[in-house]
């Protein structure tokens, strides 16, 4: 094992700041003021670490206030995005060479500038997806911890790996990078996803192009600079924001594109998947997929179960973040004899949830992050008043930003489109189970696995849905949201993805391949 490794404290997760003390307090709303005096500063392409404004430009809108324009990003042409590729591919035959120890060292100076920026951070996605205090940080701090584990566990990759001894011969297994790797993250966790995904592909010795999502390209590139300031050579980090359909299509169909580590919708996964296992002429490898995709999870609540916790535990997993988490509660599955008793106190919770300008301190939920997602989920509570009755939400609020209301819709049928497809935005179903086979069954029914999460008293329960509940990642009596780094190691299955387990040990393996090397002694 190395010695490196061996002189670092073991990992733990970043404590949160609670936001509790007046001086946390005053300096997130300072850190605000200084993100606010910056709104409609102009970011470039970043290629070989050469900066490069172009005419034409993605305008990022803070969602609660849409004519506020939070930064103005340089959108990358055809050429560009080709240029940045090569430029990955020949800085990839030097940054290959470093050692995983100078490579960790890059994500632990990550960890500590954004440690000194928290704030900072937290107010850019305030203003850019419309986060509220408390989600922005928790994202912070995640983003901190993917850079503290990934750190540690390149170590432990670039250490010695046990392999069975063979008499007269010296035998050693060791892991290398695989290329230039193509990543492309979602704007619902801007920052902590995209540090993640893009420090694992550089720890272990590959060389990225980064297409940020078009809603979050501003996070994006305080990301990158940060990178270079923490001593990430040029060439090693290139930065192509630009249209999915051209940009995105473009570098997944590169012949020098080795890896696509995508996260994001199923849609747009499959199409990637699809894309990418075309070979291209000149190409000579198979590119990886790894496709971290959409969900439709569900809280199960037994009739034995602490309904108070369970009611609590399906608000803050549905709303939190109005709804936009790939494990987000977007179905809630209740026991027939508690059914009823579970709806009138979700209905009494729900009604308390303050709806707002994130900006604020006491603001719950914000608005969506877009118009397109706007349009898009006011057409699902069309649907959904078909498809059950409307407990309480269903409308949108003003129209200074894309604010709408938390909405439950009961009583719906576990075929319902509102049940199977994924909304992603702040929308509940709630379905009568008969009993608890019937309730798992619902849990089951989607394309999707996820999360999920059961509420029970019944240790038996829990027995059955930890072989039977299909999901990547299950939880017991709390929320189905906020996985942590190192604890609760994320991804799904089925047509959730390709369960590439962020935040575990598994992970850094996907951008790796393994070299087995056999010399014979004389
Ligand atoms: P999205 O619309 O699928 O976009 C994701 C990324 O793909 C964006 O950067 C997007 O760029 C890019 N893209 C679009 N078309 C592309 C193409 N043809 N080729 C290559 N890239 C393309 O998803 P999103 O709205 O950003 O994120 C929300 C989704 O992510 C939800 O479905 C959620 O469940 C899922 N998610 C999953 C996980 C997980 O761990 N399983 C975690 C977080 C989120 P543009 O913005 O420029 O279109
Ligand atoms: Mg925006």
């Excluded at 850019?124 to 928790?138: D, R, T």
Aim: glycine share 10%.
């Amino acid at each position: 094992m190395s010695t490196t490794l061996e002189r670092i404290a073991p990992f733990t997760n970043e404590p949160v700041k609670k936001f509790s003390d007046p001086q946390e307090i005053a300096e997130m709303q300072a850190a605000l003021a200084r993100v606010k005096a910056r709104f409609g500063e102009r970011y470039p392409l970043v290629i070989g670490g050469r900066r490069v404004e172009t005419e034409k430009q993605i305008l990022s809108r803070n969602p609660a206030h849409k004519s506020e324009i939070v930064g103005s990003v340089s959108s990358a042409s055809a050429a560009q995005a080709e240029e940045a590729i090569e430029l990955a591919a020949a800085t990839f035959e030097s940054w290959k060479r470093e050692s995983f120890e100078l490579r960790a060292e890059v994500l632990f100076r990550a960890a500590a500038l954004m440690r000194e920026r928290r704030y900072e951070f937290d107010a850019l996605l305030v203003y850019e997806v419309g986060k509220n205090w408390a989600e922005a940080e928790g994202e912070t701090t995640e983003a901190i911890d993917f850079l503290e584990y990934y750190a540690r566990e390149a170590l432990r990759y670039g250490g010695e790996h046990p392999i069975v001894p063979f008499p007269g011969e010296r035998n050693e297994l060791r892991y290398i990078p695989l290329g230039v790797g193509a990543v492309i993250p979602p704007w619902n966790f801007a920052l902590a996803i995209l540090v993640g995904m893009t420090a694992a592909a550089l720890v272990t010795g590959n060389t990225v192009v980064l297409k940020p999502s078009s809603d979050s390209p501003v996070i994006a590139a305080r990301v990158v600079d940060l990178f270079e300031e923490a001593g990430l050579p040029a060439g090693a980090l290139n930065f192509i924001p630009g249209s999915g359909s051209v940009i995105g299509d473009l570098v997944v169909g590169h012949p020098k594109t080795r890896f696509i580590s995508f996260t994001g919708s199923k849609e747009v996964g499959l199409h990637i998947n699809e894309l990418a296992a075309k070979t291209a002429p000149g190409q000579r490898w198979i590119k990886r997929v790894v496709a971290e995709m959409g969900g439709k999870d569900s809280i199960v609540v037994a009739a034995d179960a602490d309904l108070d916790a369970a009611v609590e535990g399906v608000a803050v997993s549905a709303f939190g973040f109005t709804g936009q988490k790939c494990s987000a509660c977007s179905r809630a599955i209740v026991e027939a004899p508690v059914y009823e008793a579970f709806v009138e106190r979700l209905r009494a919770r729900v009604a308390k949830i303050s709806v707002g300008d994130p900006s604020l301190p006491d603001t719950g939920m914000g608005p969506v992050v877009s118009e397109s997602a706007f349009k898009s989920i006011s057409q699902y509570i069309e649907i959904g008043k078909g498809e059950g009755r409307l407990l309480c939400g269903g409308n949108a609020i003003g129209d200074e930003g894309y604010f709408l209301e938390p909405t439950v819709i009961v009583d719906v049928a576990p075929e319902a489109r509102i049940s199977c497809e994924e909304i992603f935005g702040p929308v509940l179903s709630v379905h009568k189970a008969r009993d608890f086979d019937h309730a798992l069954e619902i849990a089951n029914n989607t394309e999707f696995g996820l999360t999920g999460s059961l509420y029970t008293t019944d240790r038996a329960k829990i027995e059955r849905a930890r072989d039977e509940f299909f999901v990547g990642n299950l939880y017991f009596n709390r929320k189905s949201t906020g996985a942590l780094v190192g604890v609760h190691p994320f991804g799904g299955f089925n047509m959730s993805g390709t369960d590439s387990k962020a935040g575990g040990r598994d992970y850094l393996l996907l951008f790796l391949q393994a070299k087995s090397i056999s010399e014979k002694l004389s």
